[in-house]
Nanobody, 121 residues
């Protein structure tokens, strides 16, 4: 069974950088569209960045120019490069992806379990 696995979270000082990765737990055909969301304590989950199947990207206003979403050429891993991190970026970050398990499969939607990002001095 396919699971999305996030990695790369941790504790970083303000102004620092982290790169999150999101990959399937088993071999898949491709990740089409994907997104990173985050949820801070006491707040609703919000969209941080998305990448469409054609590679187009969009970002929340709060992270524009600091965060960058990308996908590897094999379309099996999605990344979120986070620069100039601020304490307000502290949250659990979740990956969401639409996956084709095999070339003939229909798209299915998956969520990862989340990875904690803490920005603090």
């Amino acid at each position: 069974q396919v699971q999305l696995v996030e990695s790369g979270g941790g504790l970083v000082q303000p102004g620092g950088s982290l790169r999150l990765s999101c990959a399937a737990s088993v071999s898949i055909f491709s990740i089409n569209g994907a997104g990173w969301y985050r949820q801070a304590p006491g707040k609703e989950r919000e969209l941080v960045a998305r990448i469409a199947s054609n590679g187009n990207t969009n970002y929340a206003d709060s992270v524009k120019g600091r965060f960058f979403i990308s996908r590897d050429n094999a379309k099996t891993t999605v990344y979120l490069q986070m620069n100039s991190l601020e304490p307000e970026d502290t949250a659990v970050y979740y990956c969401n992806a639409q996956i084709k398990e095999r070339a003939w499969s229909s798209l299915r939607d998956y969520w990862g379990q989340g990875t904690q990002v803490t920005v603090s001095s």
